[in-house]
């Protein structure tokens, strides 16, 4: 019994990971010919998100409603909200060159780790990427000097971070450097560390 229940779990396991392989993959001849946002809202909801485009204020929750026939310059991807998917860093790359998101919740994602934040730029050059919430994810102290670098934002959310379970008390510098960096910004920690921002 236990011999079935463990072939039973590896194999699951593994559909698993070729289906978050598949549904993270990017297809660089694809975002050649497309641009970079139809793909990048494609990818999300793949992965059970959701997001919003401009000119819109409805969220499309299905990759079965997306619009197929729309290739204009003013359909750009603006808000995602990927809170609980299986989206992963490698598939990041999908928004590296998005240049109009707004808003986008990672929260809760086992699978965004430090690599995925290089692929932000492309909104917080902009001035675009405000609001990015980074809870219950995998990164690390490391991390926060990447995100110190996206100083477009306004409210950042990093709680719940295993690996920075125990910031501040053992990272300080780090907490200095948000505080620097991001001064405009609003950091929450944890439930009862918030880094406001500066009048």
């Known amino acids: 019994s236990s011999g079935i229940n463990a072939e039973y779990g590896g194999c699951r396991n593994i559909v698993g990971y070729m289906r978050r392989w598949k549904n993270n993959r990017v297809d660089e001849q694809r975002l050649k010919y497309m641009g970079a946002d139809k793909p990048a809202a494609e990818w999300i909801l793949l992965n059970r998100g959701r997001v919003k485009m401009s000119g819109s ?63 932000l730029h492309g909104s917080a050059d902009t001035g675009s990427l405000k609001v990015l919430n980074l809870c219950n994810t995998n990164i690390t102290p490391l991390a926060l000097h990447q995100l110190a670098e996206l100083h477009s934002l306004k409210h950042l959310d990093i709680s719940e971070c ?37 009048a």
């Open 57 to 119: 204020n409805k969220w499309i929750t299905s990759f079965w409603d997306f619009p197929q026939d729309v290739f204009s310059d003013s359909f750009r991807l603006t808000h995602i909200d990927a809170s609980g998917s299986e989206v992963s860093s490698v598939g990041f790359r999908h928004i590296k060159n998005v240049p109009y998101i707004k808003a986008a919740s990672f929260a809760n994602c086992k699978y965004v780790d430090d690599a995925a934040l290089s692929h």
């Open 162 to 198: 295993r690996l920075l379970a125990q910031m501040p008390a053992n990272h300080p510098e780090l907490i200095e450097l948000l505080k620097t960096k991001l001064p405009k910004c609003t950091v929450v920690i944890s439930s009862n560390k918030v880094l406001r921002e500066k």
